[in-house]
């Protein structure tokens, strides 16, 4: 019975003649393919992860005193100590505007703890409105307790990992250190993923006496009416006197700006893997058909056509290539928490949450990108295996 | 052949021992020393280098585990952070090759905040330094006096067992009745330490040292 062998089963069959040449082949596709898919899962994901912490800011617009405008970035982000002040009444010529909807005060204020670590280290206190804070935040649950209800009281709300830190519940005492001033915890957040987790809230009005600041505020956040024109309303919002406004898309853009000469480094990176891939399969391919030249010989006496054996070469290259992607698509879902890790510690400002967001899309994007590469990688050694002439190459051997 | 074989093994163990490695990176709170390498130096001024270890109650034996902790230390687990997932970071000192020491601290509630009371063991678990990584009271001045942390030094699990962490109590005439408290008004603060301490040693105990207070039937 005559049996048909298909092309795939040949160009199979040839690349595990060198199982340990065409593994290292497929591992240095796969290796460039999760930095492809990883750098792709990186682009959209820190923009994800972005576009998250600014919406659970719960405010898009932030009036802050005037001063340098990264100062107000990272007092909204980090919860820095960019301790500029301005006067309350700011907020009833916020409230003037239409599309205002919602506004709440913040006073940002820090003290130097001597015994924090080794040699001290600061700790902050985010002052804010019962009235108006819990309604912006709404997505802040709570693990124990519930918000301060007096603006004045002499209590506490701590994120939950501040309250891991200083191993904190309800009931519990909080000692803000240089004043010596007892407050009384009344409610742990439960984890939001967010900045809130590690800050601690106390009543406005209450850190505002206590650090001589009555009537004064580091920030005031805005909530904006959805059909409003953010753009227009900050325009006019500049003519208050010494007040600058910060919106959510500046600080975004901002951020992005600075991230994006990472980028352009994992970029080149990722370049250059992809380019030592191509020259891996070029090389592996390459060398199959120089060794096989006299059996490519044989091939085409018993009638194959130069296509047939163009394609058999080719067909090697896609398996090698389509394996290596599927590695390298294994690798990056596998390794995303690691890469996660890396980049944190390689960028000067990451948003919560997962950076590298890995999905079906972008790993079906990396196959076709790994999959493009290689068949143009192949067509040169495919090529040259084309031309061998039969009777040549069956002459050498017997030489 | 073989050599590659043995590579694409090792390169796939290593790359599955990343994974494994990165799922342990967002555990609950542990207790870690701020500066690993200078800390080392300064508590072993010989030591020329170190290995880290994480281990928590619930990997190592679960509930079981904890319970027997619990018993030895004469007290229970409390609150929403003295759970057995906690990871302690046990650090293993060593000059050349040799094993010369260990650093342990653990979390443990104050008044005011968490303290963070780390201790440098020899390799029999007596304390060779105590210190506050972290403390938070208006006595922290005299609480973190090396003064107050040399009254440990030389004492170990075996002196400990002899300390009821509830009442504070202490056999009459044991050494850790003979430290002296250098702020009375502290007194929930010097409580909280003696109460860490002891939690160390039990813990460095169960981890390292093989249980040997354990089985040399030390237990109060």
Known sequence: MRQKISVYQVAAKNLLRKKNRSALTVLGIGLSAWVLLSLLGFNRGYEAALNKDIDNMGFQVLVAAKGCPYEAATLMLKGGTGLRYMNESVIRDILRHPEVEKVTPMLMQAVFDPNKGESGGLSAYLGVDPATFPALKSYLKFKQGAWFTDTRSHEAVLGYEAAELEQREVGDLLLIPEKNIELKVVGILARSGTQDDGTIFVPLRMLQKEFGQEGRVTGIGIKVDRRADITALENRLYDLPDVQVVSMAQVKETIMSLVSTAKVMVLSIALIAILIAMLGVVNTILMSVIERTQEIGIVKSMGAMPWDVFRMIWTETVILCLLGGGVGIGLSAALSKVTDVLIRRLLPYTPTGSLVAIDSGLALLTLVVILGIGLVSGVYPAWRAARVRPLESIRSEGE | ?220
């Open chain 2, 1 to 220: 052949m073989n050599h590659a074989g043995n590579l694409l093994r090792r390169s796939t163990f290593a790359l599955v021992l990343s994974v494994l490695l990165a799922a342990r990176l967002f555990p609950a709170v542990g207790c870690d020393l701020n500066d690993p390498d200078r800390d080392v130096k300064r508590l072993f001024p010989g030591a020329t280098s170190y290995k880290t270890l994480y281990v928590s109650v619930t990997e190592k034996g679960g509930a079981p585990l904890l319970r027997r902790i619990e018993a030895r230390l004469g007290d229970r687990f409390k609150g929403l952070y003295e759970t057995a997932d906690v990871p302690y970071t046990l650090y293993l000192v060593y000059k050349s090759k040799n094993l010369i020491g260990y650093i342990h601290g653990v979390n443990q509630k104050g008044r005011y905040g968490g303290l963070q009371v780390f201790l440098a063991l020899d390799l029999q678990g007596n304390i060779r330094s105590f210190y506050f990584q972290k403390l938070t009271s208006q006595y922290a001045k005299l609480l973190r006096d090396p003064s107050f942390g040399r009254q440990f030094e030389g004492l170990n699990l075996k002196d400990f067992n002899a300390y009821d962490v509830t009442t504070g109590a202490s056999r009459e005439g044991g050494r850790v009745a003979a430290i002296r408290n250098p702020a009375p008004q502290a007194e929930d603060d010097f409580r909280a330490a003696l109460r860490a301490v002891k939690k160390n040693l039990i813990l460095v105990d169960e981890f390292l040292l093989g249980n040997q207070y354990l089985k040399d039937g030390a237990q109060p």
